[in-house]
């Protein structure tokens, strides 16, 4: 079992950056992949960013969705077990609750929320413009 717990939400204003920490319980950490999702109000869970496991031949492979490609970074530590969304240069239009999410499917697909096994709570992320 592998427990999520997501931090570094908060307000800022367009232009702005902000950090998102996704702390993970579990020895087998390294071997998920691990991504970020996101949800407004009214809308479906979306895609932000993956990162794949470290043992596999994809190690190190990042993806990003089309939206926050260029301005978001996601990594990950597996000395600590945390993976972090940096996110830069934020619009209105990525506020959203932020979920980080896990995942022991090896797959070429990473933005189907179905195929991630463990999810965190979410935290708040607010663009003011």
């Known amino acids: 079992q592998v427990q999520l717990v997501e931090s570094g939400g908060g307000l800022v204003q367009a232009g702005g950056s902000l950090r998102l920490s996704c702390a993970a319980s579990?020895?087998?950490?390294?071997?998920?992949?691990m991504g970020w999702f996101r949800q407004a109000p009214g809308k479906e869970r979306e895609f932000v960013a993956a990162?794949?496991?470290?043992?596999?031949?994809?190690?190190?492979?990042?993806v990003y969705s089309h939206s926050v490609n260029g301005r978001f970074t996601i990594s990950r530590d597996n000395t600590n077990n945390t993976v972090y969304l940096q996110m830069n240069s934020l619009k209105p239009e990525d506020t959203a609750v932020y979920y980080c999410?896990?995942?022991?499917?090896?797959?070429?697909?990473?933005?189907?929320?179905?195929?991630?096994?463990?999810w965190g709570q979410g935290t708040q992320v607010t663009v003011s413009s």
């Open positions: 999410a896990g995942r022991t499917l090896v797959s070429k697909t990473y933005d189907r929320a179905a195929d991630y096994d463990y």
């Open positions: 990162t794949t496991w470290s043992w596999s031949w994809s190690a190190g492979t990042t």
């Open positions: 579990g020895r087998t950490f390294s071997s998920y992949t």
